[in-house]
């Protein structure tokens, strides 16, 4: 018998990532069901980002919010000429700091406990920055937590928006079909944003099935959020795939 025994886990990040872990969740014996929830839209080429790029060689720092800043915001700078040398770069999550290692960057500062904002804000290099330039890649709009807690230290912050989160359009009847048959047991989701277009794309019928499912997220602050409360309970799984399948693996047994 595989660990996940046919376990069905409806993932929600977007299309590349969802397959990536559709492939692993698969092979330890679930039953992944791909449903993207967000999608990941380039955005054009402006002066905006051509300038704030030309600042970039006076940076201490570059912050990479998600892997998705890393691709965009790598393709991005190469436009502007080799990445300087000078500039160090951290990254928010464990994820973040793996693309940086793929794209080529060998020292990486990156919490490993907890991904997030705080955690990153509390690694000693960056205690002492009065004075120092952070540039953030990041997508269009997002948490503001990281950019106060770096100015609140005297340092002076600059976003470079590479990318915009989009609601897909897709067809939920397949999914409520198999959801309705029994078999979802559990929904996988990363972000408070996702979770909301998440419930938007399934409707009524969608959120009656929800009320008797249990929703699996990252971290305690998506667990907190309001549509949370929509599921028949909010499990805190950790981050990274290990974490995600060692919860998937109590829920039968668990119910």
Known sequence: MTRLDKTGIVITR???????LAAELLAAGARPFVFPALAIEELPWSDRIAQSLAHLP???????VSANAVERGLAAASRAGAWPVNVRVAAVGEATAQALHAAGFRDVLAPH???????LLALGPLQDVAGQRVTI??????RERLKEGLEARGAHVEYIECYRRVRPNADAAPLLGAWSRGEVDAVSVLSGETLENFLAMIGSDGKRLAARTPLLVPHEAVARHRDATLFARAIVTGHGTPALIDAAAHLKTAA
């Open 14 to 20: 977007p299309r590349a990532a969802a397959e990536v």
């Open 113 to 119: 406990e907890r991904h997030d904002s705080d955690a």
């Open 58 to 64: 006076n940076a201490s720092w570059a912050v990479f």
């Open 137 to 142: 890649f990041r997508g269009e709009g997002g």
